[in-house]
């Protein structure tokens, strides 16, 4: 079992900088990829970036690429997505997400495990 809790979310400009983490508990959160989907306001969720087990590969959409970074510390059972170059598009509910496998998903159906949301707005 594995329990999720995202934080840092928050309101911002256009071009800032925001770093949203997810506290994971669980002996084994280092065994679960991971990844990050956001929601907007009358959407379905959507993929935003996702990291395996041991961070050495990861995926981007292709509307975040080159703007954010996933990474995890398996250490401190935390993943992170460090956003920048933030733009009013990127304004949704941000979900963490766990799967119990090794690898990477892009699928929001295929993970396991989720954090209620923490909500990131950037204003124009």
């Known amino acids: 079992q594995v329990q999720l809790v995202e934080s840092g979310g928050g309101l911002v400009q256009v071009g800032d900088s925001l770093r949203l983490s997810c506290a994971a508990s669980g002996r084994t959160f280092r065994n679960y990829a991971m990844g990050w989907f956001r929601q907007a306001p009358g959407t379905e969720r959507v993929f935003v970036a996702a990291?395996?087990?041991?961070?050495?590969?990861?995926n981007y959409a292709d509307s975040v690429k080159g703007r954010f970074t996933i990474s995890r510390d398996n250490a401190k059972n935390t993943m992170y997505l460090q956003m920048n170059s933030l733009k009013p598009e990127d304004t949704a509910i941000y979900y963490c997400?766990?799967?119990?496998?090794?690898?990477?998903?892009?699928?929001?159906?295929?993970?396991?495990?989720w954090g209620q949301g923490t909500q990131v707005t950037v204003s124009s």
């Open positions: 997400a766990a799967r119990n496998y090794y690898t990477i998903s892009v699928t929001s159906r295929e993970y396991d495990h």
């Open positions: 990291i395996n087990w041991y961070g050495g590969s990861v």
